[in-house]
């Protein structure tokens, strides 16, 4: 069992699709506190002060798992979309074009902290405007670096990718399954 510190629907579906056993406590911090313009230093930064922030409201009373995700498009560091016009604006950015997609996970047991910093590369073919207006509609994008959502709306315009999945989605879960079975 372990704690998943994130509020992340897509964080949790990727430990229950994987059969892993965890509870779900929540670790609020302001993101927009950290400025860096590096997409690696501003993963990196963010999954150690939720790590931090994990260990000041919660008891280390199981191992636990932190992570932080953000999409670097056209020299740009996208989060979370504030509003409907924000995500529709990032992913105007992504269309037809390619982007990074970088992940920042720590896993931290008694016997040992495990921290992956890792990217997955996506190519991405022209959004339809259409079907980019019923996904803005939808909701889906919240919550989402950069409003995407390859595992939904935009897995038919993949024209290429590098990586695992699980990084775009908010996890590394081929990197953190070898510290789980270690027990």
């Known amino acids: 069992m372990i704690a998943l510190g994130s509020s992340s629907f897509t964080r949790a579906k990727i430990l229950e699709n994987a059969k892993i056993a ?44 932190v992570a932080d995700t953000v999409v670097a498009a056209h020299g740009r560091l996208l989060g979370k979309a504030r509003d409907i016009n924000e995500a529709r604006e990032m992913l105007y950015l992504q269309s037809n074009s390619s982007i990074s997609i ?35 509609e939808s909701g889906e994008w919240q919550g989402k670096a950069g409003a995407c959502m390859v595992e939904g709306f935009c897995k038919p315009y993949i024209k290429k990718s590098v990586g695992f999945e699980s990084t775009a989605m908010g996890l590394s879960l081929e990197k953190l399954l070898p510290f789980l079975e270690r027990k």
Do not use: H, W
């Not at 929540?26 to 506190?33: G, H, I, L, T």
């Not at 999954?47 to 919660?58: D, N, S, T």
């Not at 921290?115 to 959004?127: C, N, V, W």
């Open 102 to 136: 970088i992940t920042c996970m720590i896993y931290k047991s008694l016997e040992l902290e495990f921290t992956d910093l890792s990217q997955t590369l996506y190519e991405f073919g022209e959004f339809k405007s259409g079907g980019l207006e019923a996904y803005l």
């Open 22 to 65: 965890f509870v779900r406590r929540a670790v609020d911090f302001d993101e927009s506190a950290v400025k860096d313009k590096n997409a690696y230093d501003f993963v990196y930064k963010i999954a150690k002060c939720k790590a931090a922030r994990y260990l000041e409201i919660y008891s280390f009373d199981m191992p636990f798992l």
